[in-house]
């Protein structure tokens, strides 16, 4: 039985075998059905075109080939062990995403593509991960028809946190991306984020400023915090160096993630960091690095706001830890 059926900007949301199965579909030079299963420890994929154009052979999804295609066809089973599934823990649920990319040739018509592909199963109560997933790194909030995620990654972002402390001056990689569905191409900002050591914020708590002024961040001035560079415009990562702050306590992280019109980018809708011998950098474009100028001052888009400027995008507060920062001298 197949679960899902997409073309171009479509999404569905089916149960299947205990599954939740997410599946969004990319633009791309040629009109095609993606049907997907979610088993329970396996997935099938079926890329139909109804007029064949792509060379189908050049699909992957993950590092892994197609079990079989011909013209217009491509159909893959894999399990979930394979192809670089990744695996994220959010409560109850287990996150399996992957993508189903294109990879064009150099005389090709048809444009590389990237298609997320993502199987939500509800988390065994006995449920445990061999390589020790803590919980909570990772937090998914629904707002409209856009899930933000934000969470503790491990080393090469490819998958959770396997620890919770973090030593100081030690590497603490962030990210935080957006699930669209069938909503426009968005980007994915970081306007805001404090450390603090409680999970709301307060008036009395005690906060260490991290980005602020509208996507700057401050970090990146005095340490070997960056933003790194974008696999996707909805995700962001972060690599933030660890400070002094709230030591060997918890350690609560609190952002402002915003979605935003790729076009729209202002002084307020920005990412900037401070680059060693040459200052403040744009993320998306170092042509428009002077967007980050006011990270020394105070950042004011120049636009007058309106309603209508406001339906660019969405804004969603998260919160990530506890974790902790340890001192390896003491």
């Known amino acids: 039985m197949h679960c899902v059926s997409s073309k171009h900007a479509v999404m569905m949301v089916s149960f299947c075998q205990g599954a939740l199965l997410l599946s969004l579909a990319a633009a791309m030079a040629v009109y095609a059905d993606i049907k997907v299963d979610c088993g329970p420890d396996f997935v099938t994929l079926m890329w139909t075109e109804g007029r064949p154009q792509a060379d189908t052979s050049l699909l992957r999804l993950g590092s892994c080939f197609p079990t079989s295609f011909s013209a217009g066809e491509a159909y893959f089973y894999v399990d979930l062990t394979d192809c670089n599934f990744r695996i994220l823990v959010t409560g109850d649920v287990l996150l399996y995403s992957n993508d189903l990319t294109y990879v064009a040739s150099e005389d090709s018509y048809n444009l590389a593509f990237t298609h997320p592909v993502v199987c939500a199963y509800e988390r065994p109560k006995d449920w445990y991960s061999s390589q020790q997933i803590y919980d909570p790194v990772f937090k998914t909030y629904g707002l409209g028809d856009l899930q933000f995620t934000l969470g503790l990654m491990n080393d090469d972002f490819s998958g959770p946190a396997e620890s919770t402390s973090f030593p100081l001056g030690s590497i603490i990689p962030i990210m935080a991306s957006v699930v669209q569905k069938s909503h426009q191409p968005l980007l994915l900002l970081l306007e ?81 960091h401070f680059v060693k011998g040459h200052g403040w950098e744009l993320l998306d474009n170092l042509a428009q690095s002077n967007l980050c100028d006011c990270c020394e001052s105070k950042c004011k888009s120049r636009r007058q706001r309106s309603v209508a400027s406001e339906k660019h995008g969405m804004v969603q507060k998260a919160v990530i830890g506890p974790f902790t920062i340890t001192d390896v001298n003491s």
């Not at 260490?208 to 961040?217: A, D, E, F, V």
């Not at 401050?218 to 340490?223: F, I, R």
């Not at 992280?253 to 979605?259: D, E, F, V």
């Open 192 to 272: 805001e984020c404090v450390a603090a050591t409680t999970p709301e914020l307060h008036p009395e708590s005690t906060m260490y400023p991290i980005i602020s002024n509208k996507g700057c961040l401050l970090e990146s001035v005095s340490s070997q915090s960056k933003f790194e560079p974008r696999q996707k415009s909805s995700e962001m990562r972060l690599s933030l160096q660890t400070f002094k702050f709230a030591m060997g306590d918890e350690v609560f992280i609190h952002c402002k993630l915003l979605a935003w019109d790729p076009n729209g980018l202002d002084s307020t809708k920005k990412a900037c």
